[in-house]
């Protein structure tokens, strides 16, 4: 049986990097030349650690200045003390979700004129996902995984969007072989991210997958929801596809309500990270 628990799979020893913080200042290189898009101010909405690293680097790299929250009551205190050209917004967060978030946001704009982008960044994929989020007041959709070049696209596209000007398409997650290469792909080709990112999710995976074991025992149908959802969106950041399906299952369940097979499930959610775990450390460690 995996210890999902055992010295955090075995490879934090190997890795010799700085723990990532809740929030970080923003790294903001100079442009390169008069033709790079605008600086803008960033707020990321985002409760996934992995998913948050990720988008994180990769809009610094930009030149962005990014702030971050974890929910929705954390994005409304943020635009209470500062400005943003555009919020990049989760949709499943505790405590208030992307959809109450921005509906209290355009809310507030009404007696200001006002109307900062809003992009939806979600592992949502329902037929109609799309349209519920422009419906709900938000400028465009971005799918999770998160692809590089899509996030860029839809950040440099933010000023356009607030003049009511274009939106971002939706692009379908890549599939293919999980390798090296591929997991570079995802971090834009940036190793020191990969590093990171990987580090941050065998920190993280291992408590997900403690919490799904407890909601299963415990009955707790609403909690396995959560866990799983919360890890499958980790996953989703390498492309592990077997694992996503695992999770998903789980997920899907703890919506249901129906535990039956929960345990089975879990099982394989474990076997499938376990397989994972060598194709992670050979990227990291190459």
Known sequence: KLDLNAADFNLRSCLHGTQPSRTENARAPSPENSDSPPALRILLVEDNAVNQKLALRLLQKQGHSVA?????????????????????MDIQMPEMDGFETTATIREREKTTGAHVPIIAVTALAMKGDRECCLAAGMDA??????????????????????????????????????????????????????????????????????????????????????????????????????????????????????????????????????????????????
Do not use: W
């Open 141 to 286: 959709y971005v799918s999770k995984p998160i692809e590089p070049q899509q996030l860029l696209a839809a950040t440099e596209s933010s000023l356009r969007l607030a003049a009511g000007k274009g939106h971002t398409r939706r692009v379908p997650p890549q599939n293919g072989t999980l390798d090296r290469a591929s997991l570079l792909a995802c971090m834009d080709g940036d190793h020191d991210l990969l590093r990171q990112v990987v580090e941050l999710f065998l920190e993280d995976a291992p408590k997900k997958v403690s919490l799904i074991r407890q909601a299963i025992v415990n009955h707790d149908s609403r909690g396995l929801e959560r866990a799983a959802h919360t890890l499958k969106g980790s996953l989703g950041t390498f492309r592990a596809e077997l694992a996503i399906e695992a999770a998903q299952k789980l997920e899907t369940m703890g919506r249901s309500g129906d535990l039956s097979t929960a345990r089975e499930a879990c099982q394989t959610l474990e076997r499938r990270l376990e397989r994972l775990l060598p194709i992670l450390t050979t990227a990291v460690l190459h």
């Open 68 to 88: 971050t929250a974890l929910n929705g009551r954390e994005a409304l205190a943020a635009l209470e003390s500062s400005a943003f050209d555009v919020i990049l």
